[in-house]
Each structure stands twice: as structure tokens, then as C-alpha cells.
């Protein structure tokens, strides 16, 4: 089993900054794709941007130029720094991970709130 903590979100004015963390704990033998969701009220739940234990990334056209993922394989622990933030990126931030575990496959942390004002 594998655990997802998020922190890092909060409330912030358009153009400013935010950086997530997601660090997994539990009894992870390796962990391959890691990567970000987000979901508003209302709309569907979207893909942010993933990235690969070779360090490989794909972001989505909206956030291209404005956010980076990183990741430390050491710590177990992605990251998410989010500049120019706009008010359409006001949602629910999920973190997930596809682990080797006791039990293998997608592991998702509960989400951070991302809320940014005019």
C-alpha cells in the first residue's frame, strides 16, 4: 500500500505563485509515472502534467510556460511550482503516483485546493 500527502496549496492573486508537494510513503518497492490532476467544481477532472522515472514530462496546453514538475526519486516526491497563475486554474489538485507495492497499480492523494483570485 502507498500513501500520497499533498501540501502547498492555498489562496493566491492572478500572477502570483504556488508550489505543490506529493510525497508517497508506505511499502513502495519503485515508483514509475508520478504526475498532477486537477478538477474544479462542476468540470472534468484533467491532466496537468506527468512525469516519468527517466524524467521524461507532458504537460497540458494550458499550463505549457507556466508550471514545471520535478521530482526527487530518492525522497519519493514530486513537485509542482506554478507561476503566473490565473483564475482558470482554481481547482482541486490531485496527486498521483503508479507504484510497485504489495498491491501495484495508481495510488491518489486527496487533493489540494488551488485558489486563485482576480
Known amino acids: 500500500q502507498v500513501q500520497l500527502v499533498e501540501s502547498g496549496g492555498g489562496l493566491v492573486q492572478a500572477g502570483g505563485s504556488l508550489r505543490l508537494s506529493c510525497a508517497a510513503s508506505?511499502?513502495?518497492?519503485?515508483?514509475?509515472?508520478m504526475g498532477w490532476y486537477r478538477q474544479a467544481p462542476g468540470k472534468q477532472r484533467e491532466l496537468v502534467v506527468t512525469?516519468?522515472?527517466?524524467?521524461?514530462?507532458n504537460y497540458a496546453d494550458s499550463v505549457k510556460g507556466r508550471f514545471t514538475i520535478s521530482r526527487d526519486n530518492a525522497k519519493n516526491t514530486v513537485y509542482l511550482q506554478m507561476n503566473s497563475l490565473k483564475p482558470e486554474d482554481t481547482a482541486v489538485y490531485i496527486c498521483?503516483?503508479?507504484?510497485?507495492?504489495?498491491?501495484?497499480?495508481?495510488?491518489w492523494g486527496q487533493g489540494t485546493q488551488v485558489t486563485v483570485s482576480s
Open positions: 498521483y503516483c503508479n507504484a510497485v507495492s504489495h498491491i501495484s497499480g495508481a495510488y
Open positions: 508506505g511499502s513502495i518497492f519503485s515508483i514509475n509515472g
Open positions: 512525469i516519468t522515472s527517466g524524467g521524461r514530462t
